[in-house]
């Protein structure tokens, strides 16, 4: 259990050491309406954080800022776009992975992927800080955190799937992103038409 509260070694685990992260987290086996809020916080945290982001390194040029779609100026429509997102995620790669023989269940991925977010707010927060000092140095480091986050999410989907094969997860992952592009695109269809409605 001190391993549960050792936030700061999760976090390090996670970054170094994900496969050790994974198995703590699986571990916890937390009910799955509490990693659905979880989740949902994220989403709204994550959210506010990115839209604090976007003011404060928002373009001088009126016009410039008029280019940055509806969807990425409002917190509310980003977050359910968020969510959705990350909804359709779990799912998809509870599915995928278990086509693939995994043995993840959807409470499994769900709990990886909450963490992830806790992981990607806590990487969101520095991205804007950096953003206010250097935006050169914020672009490296958001490139640096895409691959970074690429391997550390590889490894826990390895993990809860017990592939045993580090290939076989990014096949994983690669097979659920076209899987999702066509469900966000449907989203954001959904949620273009409800602006414009609104207009």
């Excluded at 936030?7 to 509490?34: E, H, Y």
């Excluded at 945290?45 to 016009?63: C, E, F, H, K, Q």
């Excluded at 968020?82 to 995620?89: A, K, M, R, S």
Aim: glycine share 8%.
């Amino acid at each position: 259990m001190s391993e549960v509260i050792d936030f700061k070694g999760l976090i390090r685990q996670s970054l170094f050491a994900p496969a050790d992260a994974a198995r703590l987290l699986l571990s916890l086996q937390l009910p799955r309406q509490w990693l659905w809020m979880a989740l949902a916080l994220m989403s709204v945290l994550n959210s506010i954080v990115y839209s604090i982001g976007i003011r404060l390194s928002a373009p001088t040029d009126p016009t410039a800022m008029a280019m940055i779609p509806p969807l990425f100026q409002s917190p509310l429509l980003f977050t359910i776009f968020l969510f959705g997102g990350l909804v359709i995620t779990v799912f998809t790669l509870t599915w995928v992975g278990q086509s693939m023989g995994g043995k993840a269940q959807l409470s499994d991925i769900l709990v990886v992927i909450a963490w992830m977010q806790v992981l990607r707010l806590l990487f969101q927060v520095a991205v804007t800080v950096m953003g206010i000092l250097s935006a050169q140095l914020s672009a490296m480091f958001v490139l640096a955190g895409s691959f970074w986050g690429i391997y550390i999410l590889t490894g826990f989907l390895n993990t809860a799937h017990d592939f045993g094969n580090w290939i076989k997860a990014l096949g994983v992952m690669i097979l659920a992103g076209i899987a999702m592009a066509i469900g966000l695109t449907m989203i954001m269809t959904v949620i273009g038409a409800t602006i414009m409605g609104a207009v």
